[in-house]
């Protein structure tokens, strides 16, 4: 790619969709549309959270995305009425689906034994992050998917996702009954590493996306500073694995 940035897609494609806490949701065009949306039954003197009101927006989106679609296909002469072929059976996504799926399912499991209430609540929402993450770059791997999709899709979801393992250790580290989630963290790490050694170039130009106010690079640098910042005196972090030394 000529364009350093054009390594990396848009926010809306790798973010956890926590907007309000999002330091890029003022450039994003989903938050934009959202918060004109919500503007406006406000305006209207509904309620934007009202499940009355939810799900239609949510049909909304979904016939937006359906016209969309239909205008794509065709353009490119792709009938939507040919039967697809077999799904090709990729252990890997396999693996990775499951792996996520457990580490989410464990610490959710965790209960009560996570305190402050405030911890296990973010504990938990890190964790179905992961998860969620997890699955969406299963969907890469096969053969199937365009090398520009797992550039501008993959890549920055693969090195959120080392981020978020070394959230969701140091989580785990102080709780006495997180074992077996910690057992689930290091295999889902495990099937990531081979992931993380296929990324030398992309980590490479973080520096440069960050000189060049890169959306994914600047918040990559915040969460890999937060990370630093709350790790304990004395240990040290190794970049790839994921493991705290």
């Not at 989580?171 to 993380?196: C, K, Q, S």
């Amino acid at each position: 790619m000529t364009n350093l940035a054009e390594i990396f897609s848009a926010p809306f494609n790798w973010c956890d969709r926590r907007c309000e806490r999002c330091p890029l949701s003022r450039d994003c065009p989903v938050w934009r549309a959202d918060s004109q949306r919500r503007w406006v039954n406000a305006a209207h003197g509904g309620d934007p959270d009202d499940w009355d009101v939810v799900p239609e927006d949510v049909a909304e989106d979904m016939r937006a995305a359906l016209g969309q679609l239909l205008d794509i296909a065709a353009a490119e002469g792709i009938d939507l009425d040919t039967p697809l072929p077999p799904a090709r059976i990729v252990l890997d996504a396999v693996k990775l689906r499951r792996a996520g799926t457990a580490l989410a399912t464990s610490i959710a499991e965790l209960g009560e034994s996570v305190a402050p209430a405030a911890k296990r609540d973010e504990l938990v929402r890190t964790a179905t992050v992961l998860g969620l993450k997890a699955t969406r770059i299963a969907s890469y791997l096969s053969d199937v998917r365009p090398s520009d999709a797992w550039d501008a899709d993959a890549v920055p979801n693969v090195l959120l996702v080392e981020l978020l393992i070394r959230q969701v250790r140091e989580g785990l580290v102080l709780t006495p009954a997180g074992e077996p989630a910690m057992r689930a963290l290091e295999e889902l790490n495990r099937i990531i590493e081979p992931l993380l050694a296929r990324l030398d170039r992309p980590r490479a130009l973080l520096g440069k996306l960050v000189e060049r106010r890169c959306a994914f690079a600047v918040l990559y640098r915040r969460i890999e500073m937060k990370l630093d910042l709350s790790r304990p005196i004395g240990t040290s972090h190794r970049r790839g694995t994921g493991r705290a030394q």
